[in-house]
């Protein structure tokens, strides 16, 4: 793990280019910018960045392991997302509060309620696929923005009604714009006006606000609150060690990351699943076969492979919060340090034929922690990741149940990014077919294997 030392700052060489430039870059092609400059510095390098300043860059897998396993009193956050998503989001906790504050959020999502969640994913991905037209393309990203959102809300409050319809609507066109904002300068986030970008996030929030302030009064009044097992409910029940609650302000916070983070960057991973699917005709053969069977270990592995070749978040980012050493380097405090997610995961010292979409990698072998890093690690590696996990393995599980696949030779889907997370441009198209007899599915003709 990294250290705190007095030794005189070293860093690793990078491109001598102007910060702007660099942002641009950063900005409208951000995958061939790291794989590019990683390429060049053998995937560490120094770089000028907007919002983070001069950063560190890394992919070597003991340079993550020892900044994942390094203590919060080092090494702290560095992203802008708390200022999207509040003060009392752990986006925006630091420290001794962090860690208090994620041991508070462990038991909603521990593995044991998993189980308790699937019938609500499934409900989810049934009612949702129900309108699903048959034989013609369409784009599956904003179906699985629906699937994902209704069952974390649900699986969030416990319950359906007005309340819950509203944030349906509200959170939608609210978290991309969001996102997109949380990427730029602090000086663009300014409020001029309802018509104005960060005017519409600060006004959606305001309204976001006074719906949980009535979910959680509504909770409070409940005569069964203290048996509901719901993620709001539990997170009103949970008392620091001092015996205090979550104050009602950070459990809005709180909610609002678990909806936002929770909700597109699920939906975007599916519709990555769905467009690498496609293309790989044998595989999803299958993954048929397998589900018909009962079996779920090849699914699990094409998950893990989708998140590898194409991870949502491309980056995890902290800060030295002292002068530390990382590796060979040595960082001055402030500094910023960003694992890189798209160099590890395309790393051949991490992956044999890493660009190869290939998810036999994974049968019998469980990812490493320290280069497939998709909710990044160590103490602020995703607290929804078992959710999110299931949530995946539930409704691919289901549509492979219900439908055959249209196969196809075209190219994959350039990726486009929207603020925080790597979408496909096309939004993940899909051409399906109603199964009739679900037990049997025609194997489609074979593909060559699609690069990534």
Not at 25 to 43: C, P, Q, S
Request: some cysteine; glycine content about 8%; proline content about 6%.
């Amino acid at each position: 793990m990294a250290e705190a030392t007095t030794e005189p700052v070293r860093l690793p060489p990078g491109p001598k280019i102007p910060k702007a430039l660099v942002g641009i870059a950063f900005l409208t092609a951000r995958h061939r910018a790291v794989r590019a400059i990683g390429k060049r510095y053998d995937g560490t390098f120094t770089v000028n960045l907007p919002i983070f300043g001069e950063a560190v860059v890394i992919s070597d897998r003991d340079l993550i392991k020892d900044l994942f396993t390094t203590s919060g009193d080092l090494l702290g956050r560095a992203t802008n997302l708390g200022t999207v998503l509040g003060p009392g989001s752990t986006f925006s906790l630091d420290g001794d509060e962090h860690r208090a504050r994620r041991k508070l959020l462990v038991p909603p999502f521990h593995g044991k309620r998993m189980a308790g969640y699937e019938a609500i994913v499934e409900d989810e991905v049934l009612r949702e696929i129900a309108g699903w037209p048959e034989g013609q393309e369409f784009e599956t990203l904003q179906p699985m923005m629906r699937i994902t959102l209704n069952a974390i809300l649900r699986t969030v409050f416990g319950a359906q009604g007005g309340a819950l319809d509203e944030l349906r609507e509200l959170l939608p066109p609210m978290v991309p714009l969001a996102s997109r904002m949380a990427v730029l300068p602090t000086f663009l986030r300014r409020d001029l006006g309802p018509w104005s970008p960060w005017g519409r996030v600060q006004r959606s929030r305001r309204r976001y606000d006074e719906i949980i302030a009535s979910l959680i009064a509504e909770a409070r009044t409940d005569p069964a609150f203290a048996e509901r097992n719901d993620v709001l409910a539990l997170m009103l029940q949970a008392r620091y060690d001092d015996g205090s609650p979550i104050s009602d302000g950070h459990v809005a916070d709180e909610l609002l990351t678990l909806l936002a983070a929770g909700h597109e960057t699920t939906a975007t991973t599916l519709a990555w699943a769905i467009e690498r699917l496609r293309r790989h005709p044998r595989l999803l053969s299958r993954l048929t076969e397998e589900v018909d069977a009962g079996g779920s270990e090849l699914l699990q592995a094409t998950i893990w492979e989708v998140q590898r070749t194409r991870p949502v978040v491309e980056a995890t980012s902290r800060v030295a919060r002292e002068r530390i050493r990382l590796g060979e380097w040595v960082i001055p405090k402030g500094h910023a340090i960003i694992a890189s997610i798209t160099m590890s995961h395309l790393s051949e010292r991490n992956f044999a034929d890493a660009t190869a979409f290939n998810p036999d990698r994974f049968l019998g072998a469980t990812p490493d922690t320290h280069t497939w890093i998709p909710y990044g690690g160590g103490i602020r590696r995703c607290i929804g990741a078992a959710f999110a996990n299931m949530e995946m393995n539930v409704t691919l599980r289901t549509l492979l149940r219900e439908f055959e696949f249209g196969t196809t030779y075209s190219p994959g889907e350039r990726r486009h990014s929207r603020g925080i997370a790597t979408a496909p441009a096309r939004g993940g198209r899909a051409v399906v077919y109603r199964r009739k007899d679900k037990s049997v599915m025609q194997t489609p003709s074979d593909a060559q294997r699609v690069s990534a």
